[in-house]
């Protein structure tokens, strides 16, 4: 019987094994599920809208093939579409029967957006040489290296973006380059879940069959071996024997009989003890050990056999216990306004815009290049960049302007807008130097094709304390610069700071600064001084007159609101100092020690003076109208901007 159950185990065993193994190889199912996207017409740019992409659960892959360059990039559908406005492009949605439409869009202005409309004539313009040419292949616009992008993917041939995961509306465009068509062979792959919880248990459990199967089939081939093999069927019945009467036997044969009866006791014992010597004697513990060694043997493949099965099956083989969702942990509530708008950026996109800005900038410093300074800089700091570079070209030995830091980024305020312009300010700071101050800034993006660029930047004072903004997720609003919510309005502001420096104490906004801006006020008046006392050591007092004036930049003050109903309002000033002759022998000469002004004017002396403006970039944090707070510096950076020869 024991064999019996044996087999039914080694069947068993192999059924379980069998179904497990078959789980994991015939029986499993393809591991993802793909859509291609069919173009008809050639564009230069694709766009497939994100519910292309989440048209089916799990993280996304995108497979674009096509020879050369190939470029993918994901973002706001309405930032999307708004740098399409001005080009061809198919655009891919998913129709309400599933299937992916695909839909050629045309520029407004283009030849299908106006052919109900009567065409004029054409008229013959003069062009010049190759114009024509330009006009009838205008140059496509190239989607590398744009701002709008939150990511952007490139690759050779074949481009492969794994493991994305487009969330609600975001889209995708696909290009090479902006001029030649965009590749057709587009496909989208979405993963199907592959698990087999039940694989592993079969195994193992099969695993465990078979090695109760092999222990019952040991104790059988045992049990049989004990009983001495199978019996057969006994000898017919003996003849009936008669007693021996010993007597009546030859004394020869007589003796040989009763001689082994005489010793019957000893012969005996001697047996006994041979059985005993042969029953533990160097064969029996032989047959001992190596019916041990056997058992042991048969044992191993069975544990071998269940730890390769066991170590062979993924955790995709074994069913997963306590993976429910995890708990989020409580955050704060913020209530965003009705019909709040979304940011212009994203933490991330602005931290990677600005180190793309910090790398340009350090390679047009190193190279004094000021054209591709203009790529990434406007306003005031341009302007005092094209200053610096004047200035090393004259006087080698000037140094460089810092680089802008991007070691951590503490702070991130998006503008909330769908709009044009757009402004970000950011704080940053250098973490492995503690002797850099943190950097303050504003980047500007004026359309949807162009860069985001740096237009007041200043050293964060290490004195001033930050106020509270809202998170980068949610943005904030530009303030109007005749806003009367402020204390002061954005549009007042420089002018009121003017006043402070100008008139001291005698301003009637000199209450309303902290003890910061009236420090930075007073530091100013005294390099005033510092000019008038130079005069005097000269003898030149009596025939030069010096005059000092502080007036509002052109530049338009950038304000962003803070959680406190106050703003952040970043202007520039620029602080005017004029030197000039009191008579007509008299004429201003510029000494060994002022060889900027020599640099820039390209003179040494001058019959009616000379005016230097020095430009200050202000960061101020303004209260609410009614608060009894001060006006709060954060952050200034001074340049020397012109020195100009009074005609």
């Known amino acids: 019987m024991r064999f019996v159950w044996a087999v039914v185990a080694f069947v068993l065993a192999t059924v379980l094994i069998g179904a497990g193994i078959a789980q994991r190889t015939v029986f499993m199912g393809p591991s993802s599920q793909q859509t291609a996207v069919e173009v008809e017409e050639a564009a230069p740019f694709v766009l497939l809208d994100g519910d292309v992409l989440r048209a089916h659960p799990g993280a996304q892959t995108l497979l674009i093939r096509g020879d050369g360059e190939l470029f993918a990039a994901y973002g706001r559908t309405p930032d999307m579409k708004a740098w399409l406005s001005d080009s061809e492009y198919n655009s891919v949605t998913v129709g ?21 409309e009567p065409t004029p004539a054409p008229t013959e313009t003069p062009a010049a040489d190759g114009a024509e040419d330009a006009a009838a292949q205008p ?33 995708i465009i696909v290009a090479r380059d902006g001029t030649a068509d965009a590749p057709e062979d587009i496909q989208v792959s979405w993963p199907l879940d592959t698990s087999t919880p039940l694989a592993g248990p079969l195994m193992v459990l099969g695993a ?71 029953a533990t004697g160097p064969k029996a513990e032989m047959r001992t050990a190596g019916s041990a060694r056997r058992r042991r043997m048969l044992a191993l493949p069975a544990l071998g056999l269940t730890a390769l099965l066991a170590a062979g099956c993924s955790a995709d083989s074994w069913p997963q216990f306590g993976q429910g969702s995890p708990t989020p942990s409580p955050s704060p509530t913020v209530i965003a306004p009705e019909n709040q708008k979304p940011p212009a950026v994203t933490e ?17 410093d190193a190279a004094m290049d000021l054209e591709l300074a203009k790529t990434r800089l406007d306003g005031a700091a341009l302007a005092a960049r094209t200053t610096e570079y004047a200035l090393r070209t004259a006087l080698p030995e000037t140094a460089p302007p810092a680089t802008i830091p991007t070691d951590e980024v503490e702070v ?25 101050p943190p950097v303050l800034l504003t980047m500007t993006q004026q359309d949807p094709w162009s860069t985001y660029k740096v237009t007041e930047i200043a050293e964060m004072s ?31 502001l420089a002018a009121a700071f003017a006043d402070v420096v100008d008139a001291g104490d005698q301003s009637p906004f000199s209450g ?9 006020a007073t530091s100013i008046r005294d390099s005033r001084n510092a000019v008038k006392q130079n005069l005097i050591d000269n003898n030149a007092a009596e025939t030069s007159a010096t005059a000092f004036d502080m007036i509002p930049s052109d530049a338009p003050p950038v304000s962003m609101t803070t959680l406190d109903s106050g703003a952040i309002v ?78």
Do not use: C
């Not at 991330?348 to 390679?363: C, G, K, Y």
């Not at 991130?412 to 130097?433: I, Q, Y």
């Not at 290490?462 to 309005?489: I, Q």
């Open 96 to 116: 309400k029967d599933g299937d992916l439409d695909v839909e050629l869009v045309k520029p407004e202005g283009s030849d299908e957006a106006t052919e109900t």
């Open 139 to 171: 140059a496509g616009r190239n989607p590398v290296g744009s701002d709008l992008w939150l990511d952007s993917f490139s690759d050779t041939d074949a481009l492969i973006a794994d493991n994305i995961q487009i969330p609600e509306g975001m889209s």
């Open 208 to 278: 465990i069959v078979l090695a109760a199967g092999l222990v019952l089939y040991v104790l059988a081939i045992r049990h049989q071996r004990r009983g001495r093999g199978p019996r057969r069927k006994g000898p017919g019945p003996l003849p009936v024997t008669e007693p021996i009467d010993v007597g009546a036997l030859p004394p020869a044969e007589r003796e040989a009989i009763e001689a082994p009866a005489a010793d019957s006791p000893r012969s005996e014992e001697g047996a006994t003890d041979a059985d005993d010597a042969k």
């Open 348 to 364: 991330a996109q602005a931290t990677r815009i600005l180190q793309e800005v910090s790398t340009t900038l350090a390679d047009a």
């Open 412 to 436: 991130v305020l998006p503008e909330a807008t769908d709009r044009w312009p757009r402004t970000v300010l950011m704080l940053s700071k250098n973490a492995s130097d503690d002797t850099v």
């Open 462 to 492: 290490a004195e001033a304390v930050f106020p509270d903004v809202a998170a980068a997720w949610l943005g904030t609003s530009l303030v109007p610069a005749e806003s009367a919510f402020l204390s002061v309005p954005p549009g007042d």
């Open 512 to 520: 309303q600064f902290d003890e910061l801006s009236q420090n930075l």
């Open 570 to 647: 970043a202007v520039s000033v620029i602080d005017t100092e004029t030197v000039t002759p009191t008579s007509a022998d008299a004429v201003i000469r510029l000494g060994d020690a002022n060889p900027q002004a020599k640099a820039l004017t390209g003179t040494a002396e001058s019959a009616k003076g000379y005016q230097t403006n020095y430009s200050f970039q202000l960061f101020f944090s303004v209260p609410a109208q009614g608060s009894t707070e001060q006006i709060r510096l954060l952050a200034v950076h001074q340049d020397l901007l012109s020195v100009e020869v009074i005609k």
